[in-house]
């Protein structure tokens, strides 16, 4: 196999921790749209896992490289992409990685975002939420922005033309709701219903955004999966809702996962009004049982329904056991909202 180098992942500012990248193709965000991608394709742009360098890697049109790269520019404008985000939200910020663009990063780059039901046209009306910041090489560029729209697009300009690796813009999404009956049953813990991952004890494999995502798993590595258990006990993730609810269906999937499933599963739930996310943690040990220990399979949907579900009430948060440990690709909460 070629050699391939892996950019290291980077430390989060506060304001990106525990917010949702609304720009994966996990939530079904892509890019539609760009000046020019002659050197690397849009799409390769918003991809989850860090970005790699192959030295010996080149295609018909000059090095391969992982991300989005236009030509060279031989007037004075500039480039850009327009990028669907996963659903609405509030954007908090965008992290600009031009991780191996050396000699051809862009100099500068800003960043707008709106809210329309199609594709934004001529008459768009553009925010800009990041204005005009300088790039460097190889490094990943932070940004916070501080405006208080929902919007569920975005367009990078650079200036004015070269290569990014990732676009990251990190937010908290604005619940997709319209057109669901309050009464009915609805998926409490995706993403694109506000759902977030709050904490865990252990995530060594895998990625664990990945549990509350669409779909199952693409392979062992989309989903949440701890070290092997040397010592007594059991591994944890929590769950914070995107809604209060009266939990009334959980499905838990081990796709792919085969030798290294979880041996059983459990789930305390609770109704959390207050607290920081360590505090909630630290709460979390004591919180009631939802379902009892249950028997998993090998890359299974295990689907558990109120016959195996205590009645708690509405709850916000719900924290799911494995026992000892292992792999899980994907968890869902579905219940009534309250």
Not at 303 to 311: A, D, P, S, Y
Request: glycine content about 12%; some cysteine; proline content about 5%.
């Amino acid at each position: 196999m070629a050699e391939e180098i892996v950019a290291p992942l980077p430390d989060l500012p506060e304001w990106a921790a525990n917010k949702i990248n609304l720009a994966s193709p996990r939530l079904g965000a892509e890019a539609v749209a760009c000046s020019n991608d002659f050197f690397a394709e849009m799409n390769r742009m918003l991809q989850d896992g860090p970005a790699v360098f192959r030295p010996a890697a080149f295609d018909d049109n000059g090095k391969w490289m992982d991300g989005w790269e236009s030509r060279r520019r031989r007037d004075s404008g500039h480039d850009w992409c327009v990028v669907r985000l996963g659903g609405k939200g509030a954007i908090h910020g965008v992290d600009i990685d031009t991780s191996f663009f050396t000699g051809n990063y862009p100099r500068a780059a800003s960043v707008w975002a709106t809210y329309c039901e199609q594709a934004p046209g001529e008459d768009a009306e553009w925010v800009e939420i990041v204005p005009s910041v300088t790039l460097g090489p190889s490094q990943h560029h932070f940004v916070e922005t501080r405006d208080a729209g929902l919007f569920n697009w975005v367009r990078l300009n650079i200036y004015p033309d070269g290569g990014v690796a990732r676009l990251r813009v990190y937010g908290s999404p604005a619940p997709s709701w319209e057109g669901s009956d309050r009464e009915g049953v609805v998926e409490l813990s995706a993403l694109r219903n506000g759902g977030r991952v709050l904490g865990w004890n252990d995530a060594h494999y895998g990625d664990v955004w990945a549990i509350l995502s669409e779909g199952r798993g693409r392979n062992m590595g989309d989903g949440w999966e701890t070290r092997r258990r040397r010592e007594p006990g059991y591994d944890w993730i929590i769950v914070q809702l995107g809604a209060a609810g009266v939990v009334e269906r959980i499905e838990l999937d081990t796709a792919h996962f085969k030798g290294n499933y979880p041996d059983r599963a459990s789930i305390q739930a609770a109704d959390v009004g207050w607290g920081t996310d360590s505090s909630v943690v630290t709460q979390s040990m004591f919180w009631p049982r939802l379902m009892g220990e249950q028997k998993l399979e090998a890359d299974k949907i295990h689907v558990f329904g109120k016959e195996q579900l205590e009645t708690l009430g509405p709850v916000t948060h719900v924290k799911l056991n494995i026992h000892p440990d292992g792999g899980v690709s994907r968890l869902r909460i579905f219940g009534r909202r309250t």
